[in-house]
């Protein structure tokens, strides 16, 4: 296979990051999916439909996500792409705390139907953020598999400490966040965490010149 630019360093401390990132993006994809329902709650409601909008199109985002971050660690797995991933996550994540009411009042102006309009407005302030939060996992099982044969443990483990941040995520959102911060608050905590993630990456993985490891 062709050279990476900046491959991952094979350290404890590069490795150990790559899992603590893939943790953090676990918990903060579901805490960002639980704010959604009360961010569209004021136009739309909070009925069975509009969390049917929102779980939709989560679930559509990350898996296009995964897809994606699949083919994107096939051609170039380095650590500047893991580290654009979730800059553009954190960028992406800023119209959700900006530009929400606004676009929710003309959706709701225009879309009589509050099951469209729901559904729109999920797609517009949620799609691109939860897809590119999508491509870590992939992306990271790529960073971390030295062999073939081991390929399997390393994303079942990775798997593993997402998914466990995402249970996390959602009750730390549903039990305390919403409780004791304003919604944007949390929101704006998501993005801090997906910019301290970018500089853990930056800080282990550095600037080393290896192979790609097949």
Not at 145 to 153: A, D, I, K, P, R
Not at 176 to 195: D, H, K, P, R, S
Request: hydrophobic share 55%.
């Amino acid at each position: 296979m062709a050279q990476a630019d900046l491959s991952i360093s094979t350290t404890a401390a590069s490795r150990l990051a790559v899992l603590c990132v893939a943790f953090i993006n676990g918990f903060v994809i579901m805490s960002i999916e639980l704010l959604g329902g009360r961010v569209l709650a004021p136009y739309f409601g909070s009925s069975v439909h509009v969390w049917g909008s929102i779980i939709a199109v989560f679930m559509l985002s990350l898996s296009l996500g995964y897809l994606w971050g699949g083919r994107l660690s096939l051609t170039n797995p380095g650590p500047n792409t893991f580290i654009a991933f979730f800059l553009l996550a954190a960028l992406l994540c800023l119209p959700i705390i900006f530009f929400a009411d606004p676009v929710m009042t003309q959706i709701f102006l225009n879309v009589e139907d509050p099951r469209y309009g729901s559904l729109i407005t999920a797609m517009l302030l949620y799609f691109a953020p939860i897809c590119v939060m999508g491509m870590v996992s992939p992306y990271s099982v790529r960073l971390l598999v030295l062999s073939q044969s081991e390929s399997g443990g390393v994303a079942g483990m990775l798997y593993f400490v997402s998914t466990l941040g995402s249970a996390l995520g959602t009750l730390g959102t549903s039990f305390y966040f919403v409780m004791w911060f304003e919604i944007n608050q949390v929101m704006w905590g998501c993005v801090a965490a997906l910019l301290a993630c970018a500089l853990m990456i930056a800080l282990t993985l550095g600037k080393q010149q290896s192979g790609v490891r097949t």
